[in-house]
């Protein structure tokens, strides 16, 4: 195997996922799949064929190098979308392979002009509109002195006006979101005033969209609910309970996509009374068999996990005890007397009716869902299985 865990990308789930996000937006409505931060850490070269298979053909990354990524493993001459980082050196091979990027500045709007006419051939741009989030976009003034170029420039193509909502996960933020709404509606009838003339009008991400079907217009931009993962669990309870529908587990429409596991990689007797590992942090009470999982912080198991964690081993919860290492960790497997060498470990997912889930792993660790999942080494293997 020459490593030390695996991760397993389960197809069904995603399928499943892609469909019911497909059957909610409807087919007039583009399907953005967001594979930034190595697809959510699922893997670009995995999850972007899976989503191909199943028809979708646009792709959100965060920079020019998960771009390149994406281009190389698409087979299906999908759309790619850079929504961040794109470097002054970056813009000639993006302009030249039709990839799209974001417009949030004169200086680089004026650079895709330069470079586009001298390759002759037209830069593919998302003008980013600035309605509340301020993190990246043009406001009033600064989109005011680019009209000249968006509206005349024979090599500048404006496949969409962008924005992305502050929050609209959370109900605390519903008057801002409400406000970028209004101020991203009146950015548009500037626009198109001043002649602008562009292809599709997108703002949402997966809470959005979810929360606030009117932000989905002509594209959504979906990234953790394409995993399986909802936002957070206000947007859970809204769309499980306000709709009507049951809490009962059953009643979740989307399905986790990913599954994290390792194996023993040794197990051992400790008599009562000895600390276990490094440091003083767990003290046996009595006799206590240890099994030692090459797995640590390393893997992205995070260090606060010492003393905290759980993980199962043949259908068993079992507490990961004393601290964690950088590729290793100890777990109490006294109540599970099976447990030998070579046996599977889940460090996320199911085994039997138990289910390490990824919340339960980020809450432990005062992690976002989204956090543990973009912290999955790239170099850990991925597999796909199908169901
Ligand atoms: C601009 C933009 N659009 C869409 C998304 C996708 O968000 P989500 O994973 O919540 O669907 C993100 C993620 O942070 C983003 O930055």
Redesign the pocket.
């Known amino acids: 195997m020459f490593h030390t865990s695996y991760i397993e990308i389960n197809k069904k789930a995603y399928h499943n996922n892609l469909s019911w996000l497909r059957n909610r937006f409807g087919t007039d409505t583009v399907f953005?799949s967001?594979i930034?931060g190595n697809a959510?850490g699922h893997g670009i070269e995995h999850m972007l064929p899976l989503a191909e298979e199943f028809g979708v053909r646009h792709f959100?990354v965060?920079s020019a190098d998960e771009a390149l990524r994406a281009f190389k493993t698409s087979r299906d001459n999908s759309e790619i979308m850079i929504?961040?980082m794109i470097d002054d050196t970056e813009l000639e091979w993006a302009i030249q392979e039709g990839v799209q990027f974001?417009v949030f500045e004169k200086e680089r709007l004026e650079k895709a002009a330069k470079t586009a006419e001298r390759l002759k051939k037209a830069a593919r741009i998302h003008v980013?509109l600035e309605t509340g989030m301020y993190r990246t976009g043009f406001n009033k003034e600064e989109l005011l002195a680019c009209i000249p170029i968006l509206r005349d420039h024979p090599y500048i193509q404006i496949e969409g006006l962008?924005t992305?909502f502050a929050g609209?996960?959370s109900v605390s933020n519903y008057l801002r979101v409400k406000n970028q709404m209004k101020a991203y509606e009146r950015f548009v009838r500037m626009l198109h005033k001043a002649g602008v003339s562009f292809k599709k009008c997108h703002t949402?991400?997966?809470?959005?969209?979810i929360r606030y079907p009117k932000t989905a217009m002509d594209m959504?931009?979906?990234?953790?609910?394409?995993?399986g993962l909802w936002?957070n669990m206000e947007t859970y309870l809204q769309e499980i309970v306000e709709n009507n529908k049951t809490t009962d587990q059953q009643a979740d429409p989307l399905e986790r996509v990913i599954s994290w596991k390792s194996q023993v990689m040794s197990t051992k007797v400790v008599p009562a009374n000895r600390f276990i590992g490094y440091g003083t942090s767990f003290l046996t009470n009595e006799t206590t068999r240890i099994a030692t999982v090459p797995v640590g912080y390393t893997h992205g198991f995070n260090r606060s996990l010492s003393n905290l964690g759980r993980v199962l081993i043949n259908g068993k919860r079992v507490p990961v005890i004393g601290l964690v290492n950088m590729n290793m960790m100890m777990v109490d497997v006294t109540t599970v007397e099976t447990v030998k060498r070579g046996d599977t470990v889940t460090i996320i997912g199911k085994e039997g009716h138990i289910d390490m889930t990824i919340s339960s792993f980020s809450e432990l660790s005062s992690r976002l869902n989204?956090e543990t999942l973009a912290r999955l080494p790239q170099d850990i293997p991925r597999r796909i299985v199908n169901g």
């Open positions: 953005s967001v930034k959510y959100s965060f929504m961040g974001y980013e962008c992305h609209a996960e949402a991400c997966s809470a959005a969209s959504v931009r979906v990234g953790i609910a394409q995993y936002p989204y």
